[in-house]
């Protein structure tokens, strides 16, 4: 039997998921201005995937910040969200 992934392992394997990256390339240190492919439109589209998957709500600040992977880990666990979105 496979373990349940961790909430770390499974929120960079969705951000690798829609930002269309290998999971190789999604570290908790990766920075949106320096990954072509998290622009605008794919940050917002991965904050909806988040919340919906993790059962968490970002404010508009929180949005507007969230630099990091790293960064979003830490709110969602902050909020004692879920990787199954419980």
């Known amino acids: ?4 992934p961790t909430m770390q392992e499974r ?5 690798a998921e829609m930002l269309d990256l290998s999971a190789n390339d999604v570290r908790l240190d990766m920075r949106r201005e320096q990954t072509d492919e998290w622009d605008s439109m794919n940050h917002l589209r ?9 059962g968490v709500s970002f ?3 929180e949005i507007v910040e969230l630099q990091t992977p790293g960064d979003i880990l830490r709110i969602i666990q902050a909020r004692g ?3 199954s979105g419980d």
């Open 11 to 15: 929120l960079l394997a969705l951000i």
């Open 81 to 83: 969200g879920s990787a």
């Open 1 to 4: 039997m496979e373990p349940c």
């Open 59 to 61: 404010s508009m600040d």
């Open 46 to 54: 991965l904050v909806s995937a988040v919340e919906s998957e993790c």
